[in-house]
């Protein structure tokens, strides 16, 4: 069994000259997340060979719909849950399975995989850990997940007995609410309890390449180099793959895996007639042609434009290309097009035009005034529908009649959205986060961000804070996903914050300690009372250093 590694969490287990794709993302081929690209097919010398798809979870770098659109429709897809399943079921593949149902496949002769449920992602998707058997030889994938008693319990008769472990490459901090997966340290203590004979790391940090990006809170606050030399120091360095990707494990050599660089066998064309191209997936899929795995709003005509306007010639020749895409799974239509005059692409999609509905779903507006959107749109949009006469254009006339002034309404019920409280479930997930929070302080550490302005007492009326004005020590102002908001600070709480520099909470509270003369216990209840404060009112401003 040969494991290729190759980029991101994309893994193609190799058996016997066949192809299961695990997580694919198959726009890109080397997932330098922070280099821009524009999307072509990759490792096309695997096409030929696929014996089905495995999907771990729903997130988008993982369920990536313009790398499915690449593949043939009557592919077999393994989806972890139902969310999963109906995604792909949208994407128009005929045969997929529910692994949180069907929990072991057998896609191949001789390769066996098991899906085993882990705790939900954050934002509460169902996720899983696979295994993969062949041979004797066991590859587990457990990217993306959290370590849990559960998760131990389920591993616990594999462990010293698995030839390569994928996991983690550091952490998604805290992000909308709560932590995706292991952080560093905890993908060391995993790693330290299982005892795998290799271990590999797959997943976000990896991914990363060049400066970080300025304005933007950092998500994998952990180097990879520091994750490697922490499971190298563990396990000892002999343990640890260090190839970047793309590489290729193979698992046969049972004492010593042999670890290669990946190496093509043979390229085929970009496309082909059953075959659309990387950048009509992309584009039908609502994704950015430079960014991989980012998505744009259908609404946002100035994304849109940011994103495709210097291709907009080259997405007018995909139009015939965007139209079998439209035949083969409407439901994923994620085009500008579909949002504005989706009555008017389902009319003409049930008489058949596909000739109109290609001109139409290659328009690109360029504003998204009422006058730009009828110029750049409405107008083409029409001339389409009565270059390609059928039975059906007068019916197509007055459904795109109706779509331009629902268009008009449309930009009212966006701005009342915006102003929209959050959901119920929303608040429910903030709260499980900060009771953990709570719960594991001592050993986190928090660090304040950049992106916040601290104002002394002389300059605090420039804000306006709650906090009573003769205790007023200082005030923080922070950017958070929900505005700029500010937090009045008394001088024990100014004496934490300037603790907070990557310490653990312990550490915090012991030099807290040391400086107020006040006991421990009362300090760690000061420290972590002050740190969900800041968690509950500007969640982007503190980051967690591993």
Same mark, same amino acid.
């Given at each position: 069994?040969?494991?290729?590694?190759?980029?991101?969490?994309?893994?193609?287990?190799?058996?016997?000259?066949?192809?299961?794709?695990?997580?694919?993302?198959?726009?890109?081929?080397?997932?330098?997340?922070?280099?821009?690209?524009?999307?072509?097919?990759?490792?096309?010398?695997?096409?030929?060979?696929?014996?089905?798809?495995?999907?771990?979870?729903?997130?988008?770098?993982?369920?990536?719909?313009?790398?499915?659109?690449?593949?043939?429709?009557?592919?077999?897809?393994?989806?972890?849950?139902?969310?999963?399943?109906?995604?792909?079921?949208?994407?128009?593949?005929?045969?997929?399975?529910?692994?949180?149902?069907?929990?072991?496949?057998?896609?191949?002769?001789?390769?066996?995989?098991?899906?085993?449920?882990?705790?939900?992602?954050?934002?509460?998707?169902?996720?899983?850990?696979?295994?993969?058997?062949?041979?004797?030889?066991?590859?587990?994938?457990?990217?993306?997940?959290?370590?849990?008693?559960?998760?131990?319990?389920?591993?616990?008769?594999?462990?010293?007995?698995?030839?390569?472990?994928?996991?983690?490459?550091?952490?998604?901090?805290?992000?909308?609410?709560?932590?995706?997966?292991?952080?560093?340290?905890?993908?060391?203590?995993?790693?330290?309890?299982?005892?795998?004979?290799?271990?590999?790391?797959?997943?976000?940090?990896?991914?990363?390449?060049?400066?970080?990006? !300025?304005?933007?809170?950092?998500?994998?606050?952990?180097?990879?180099?520091?994750?490697?030399?922490?499971?190298?120091?563990?396990?000892?360095?002999?343990?640890?793959?260090?190839?970047?990707?793309?590489?290729?494990?193979?698992?046969?050599?049972?004492?010593?895996?042999?670890?290669?660089?990946?190496?093509?066998?043979?390229?085929?064309?970009?496309?082909?007639?059953?075959?659309?191209?990387?950048?009509?997936?992309?584009?039908?899929?609502?994704?950015?042609?430079?960014?991989?795995?980012?998505?744009?709003?259908?609404?946002?005509?100035?994304?849109?434009?940011?994103?495709?306007?210097?291709?907009?010639?080259?997405?007018?020749?995909?139009?015939?290309?965007?139209?079998?895409?439209?035949?083969?799974?409407?439901?994923?239509?994620?085009?500008?097009?579909?949002?504005?005059?989706?009555?008017?692409?389902?009319?003409?999609?049930?008489?058949?035009?596909?000739?109109?509905?290609?001109?139409?779903?290659?328009?690109?507006?360029?504003?998204?005034?009422?006058?730009?959107?009828?110029?750049?749109?409405?107008?083409?949009?029409?001339?389409?529908?009565?270059?390609?006469?059928?039975?059906?254009?007068?019916?197509?006339? !007055?459904?795109?009649?109706?779509?331009?002034?629902?268009?008009?309404?449309?930009?009212?019920?966006?701005?009342?959205?915006?102003?929209?409280?959050?959901?119920?479930?929303?608040?429910?997930?903030?709260?499980?986060?900060?009771?953990?929070?709570?719960?594991?302080?001592?050993?986190?550490?928090?660090?304040?961000?950049?992106?916040?302005?601290?104002?002394?007492?002389?300059?605090?009326?420039?804000?306006?804070?709650?906090?009573?004005?003769?205790?007023?020590?200082?005030?923080?102002?922070?950017?958070?996903?929900?505005?700029?908001?500010?937090?009045?600070?008394?001088?024990?709480?100014?004496?934490?914050?300037?603790?907070?520099?990557?310490?653990?909470?312990?550490?915090?509270?012991?030099?807290?300690?040391?400086?107020?003369?006040?006991?421990?216990?009362?300090?760690?209840?000061a420290v972590t009372t002050f740190v969900l404060r800041v968690e509950?009112?500007?969640p982007a401003a503190i980051g967690w250093v591993s």
């Open positions: 069994m040969l494991v290729h590694h190759l980029g991101h969490s994309f893994l193609a287990i190799e058996v016997d000259g066949n192809i299961l794709l695990v997580d694919p993302i198959l726009t890109h081929g080397s997932l330098r997340l922070r280099q821009p690209f524009v999307a072509r097919w990759a490792w096309p010398e695997l096409m030929d060979r696929i014996c089905g798809v495995v999907v771990s979870h729903s997130h988008g770098d993982h369920l990536h719909p313009p790398s499915l659109l690449g593949l043939d429709p009557a592919t077999t897809v393994f989806a972890f849950g139902e969310e999963s399943c109906q995604q792909v079921t949208t994407l128009g593949f005929r045969e997929v399975v529910d692994l949180n149902v069907q929990r072991e496949i057998s896609p191949v002769s001789g390769l066996d995989v098991k899906a085993i449920p882990a705790i939900d992602s954050a934002d509460g998707v169902h996720q899983c850990i696979l295994l993969f058997k062949f041979d004797g030889h066991i590859v587990l994938d457990a990217v993306d997940v959290r370590d849990t008693n559960e998760l131990r319990s389920s591993l616990d008769g594999l462990r010293g007995h698995i030839d390569v472990a994928f996991l983690p490459a550091g952490t998604s901090v805290q992000w909308e609410g709560g932590w995706n997966q292991m952080d560093a340290d905890a993908a060391v203590a995993f790693a330290a309890w299982l005892a795998p004979k290799r271990v590999a790391l797959a997943g976000g940090a990896i991914s990363m390449d060049g400066q970080p990006m !300025l304005g933007f809170p950092e998500r994998y606050p952990a180097s990879l180099h520091s994750v490697i030399k922490a499971i190298a120091e563990t396990l000892g360095s002999e343990r640890i793959i260090v190839e970047p990707t793309p590489f290729s494990v193979d698992v046969s050599k049972f004492e010593s895996p042999r670890i290669c660089a990946f190496r093509p066998k043979h390229f085929t064309a970009a496309s082909s007639p059953s075959r659309p191209q990387a950048l009509a997936t992309t584009f039908f899929s609502g994704h950015d042609p430079r960014i991989p795995l980012e998505s744009l709003a259908q609404t946002n005509v100035a994304a849109w434009n940011a994103a495709w306007g210097e291709a907009r010639e080259t997405v007018r020749a995909l139009g015939p290309q965007l139209a079998l895409l439209n035949r083969r799974c409407p439901e994923a239509n994620c085009t500008p097009a579909q949002a504005l005059a989706s009555r008017t692409i389902t009319c003409l999609a049930r008489g058949g035009d596909d000739g109109a509905i290609a001109s139409i779903l290659s328009l690109l507006p360029q504003g998204d005034d009422p006058n730009s959107l009828d110029v750049s749109f409405f107008a083409p949009a029409e001339a389409a529908i009565r270059s390609h006469p059928s039975e059906k254009i007068a019916e197509a006339l !007055l459904a795109l009649e109706v779509d331009r002034a629902l268009s008009l309404l449309r930009r009212e019920e966006h701005v009342m959205r915006r102003r929209a409280a959050p959901s119920q479930a929303q608040a429910d997930l903030r709260r499980e986060h900060l009771d953990r929070l709570a719960q594991e302080m001592p050993a986190r550490r928090p660090r304040l961000r950049s992106n916040h302005v601290l104002l002394g007492r002389d300059s605090a009326h420039l804000v306006a804070t709650d906090h009573k004005q003769d205790t007023l020590a200082a005030v923080l102002i922070a950017a958070s996903p929900s505005g700029i908001r500010s937090i009045g600070l008394d001088a024990t709480e100014l004496l934490i914050l300037d603790l907070l520099d990557g310490r653990t909470g312990s550490d915090v509270s012991s030099a807290l300690s040391e400086a107020t003369g006040l006991p421990e216990d009362v300090t760690m209840s509950a009112t500007m």
